[in-house]
């Protein structure tokens, strides 16, 4: 991971090194990652209740194949699993559900913090299992990285 501790610092190394950019998603100002180096990045100030967008840019990094910038972007639900037991490795699981409302569930735009009890339960053992069959957890559950 580079911290920086300034934004300038972060944008400025984003706008100098091929492959650096900022996370898309909303709320994502100040992350980032470099897929090709395997960086996270971030300034200090924006990690602060921004969990859930980290360990999101580590499955980008440690559990999915392709480059979201190259020619066969990721599916990005693939690791969502991986993220989910990540967060429970590191016994972070509320803070990572709290600062993941905005992931979208569903095609039709449900997001995560749309969801109730019942169905994160749900998704969360069915995106577990799936990140188990595509070999991104071990037989004991625990996250691996692939890459
Ligand atoms: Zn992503």
Redesign the pocket.
Known sequence: MRLFHTSTAFYDYIDENDGASE?P?AGAAGIGFNWEKKEILAFDCAVVGRIGGLI??MG?IFASPSD?DGRHPPQ?FDFFGWEISVAKMLGVFDAWSASNGNYVITESGTTWAQCGAVERKCIVEERTDVARRIGLLDRWMRPVAIR
């Open positions: 996370a998603f999101h840019e980008h979201p990005e």
